[in-house]
Structure formats: structure tokens, C-alpha cells
């Protein structure tokens, strides 16, 4: 079972920014990694989809994020960063890390605190 370390989360005040990490341990295979992302749940909410890459490089953003945060990815380091500018309140979660893997149940990091205050 692959292991996420997350890691860049903490407190900002509303304009500024914040870049998340998720590296997959080492004895994750790169070949079986189908798409790495970024989901959040904030209190009382559902988790939602922040964003995701593939591996062909394709970018999935939700609406409200979308011109403010870029997700990327190091193939080489099975990692995915998040690069987070003009925060908002409203973009205050917890953020996880979710590995798809093929033929294997996704793997869900622990989750790493944002909290943007205005």
C-alpha cells in the first residue's frame, strides 16, 4: 500500500499564498500512478475535488480556483505540489492528497490544514 506525505499547509492572511507538496513513498511503482490530486473538505462540507493531474500532463481545476491555483507534478519523485496565490477565506480546508494507482484502491494522504484569514 503506497504511503502520502503532505506537507506546506498553515495560516495566511487572504491575498496571500501557500504551495502544497504530496510525495508517494518510494515503493510506489511510477508505472502503475494513473492521476495524483488535491481534494479539501472544509467544516460541515462534502470533500471536494481542488484539483488533479494525469499522467499525459491533463489538469482538472474546480470552478473557483481555476487563474489562482496550478497544480503540477514530478514524475521522477512520484510528487504533486500545489501552488495556491490570492487565497481567499473561503479557501479554508483540509487538504488531502489522493494517489490513483491502476487495478489498486486510491490512496488518501492525512491531510494538511489551510486557513486564510481575512
Known amino acids: 500500500q503506497a504511503q502520502l506525505e503532505e506537507s506546506g499547509g498553515g495560516l495566511v492572511q487572504a491575498g496571500g499564498s501557500l504551495r502544497l507538496s504530496c510525495v508517494a513513498s518510494r515503493r510506489t511503482p511510477s508505472a502503475s500512478i494513473v492521476a495524483m490530486g488535491w481534494y479539501r473538505q472544509a467544516p460541515g462540507k462534502e470533500r471536494e475535488l481542488v484539483a488533479s493531474?494525469?499522467?499525459?500532463?491533463?489538469?482538472n481545476y474546480e470552478d473557483s480556483v481555476k487563474g489562482r491555483f496550478t497544480i503540477s507534478r514530478n514524475n521522477a519523485r512520484n510528487a504533486v505540489y500545489l501552488q495556491m496565490n490570492s487565497l481567499k477565506p473561503e479557501d479554508t480546508a483540509l487538504y488531502f492528497c489522493?494517489?490513483?494507482?491502476?487495478?489498486?484502491?486510491?490512496?488518501w494522504g492525512q491531510g494538511t490544514q489551510v486557513t486564510v484569514s481575512s
Open positions: 489522493k494517489l490513483d494507482q491502476r487495478a489498486r484502491a486510491p490512496t
Open positions: 493531474i494525469d499522467i499525459a500532463g491533463r489538469v
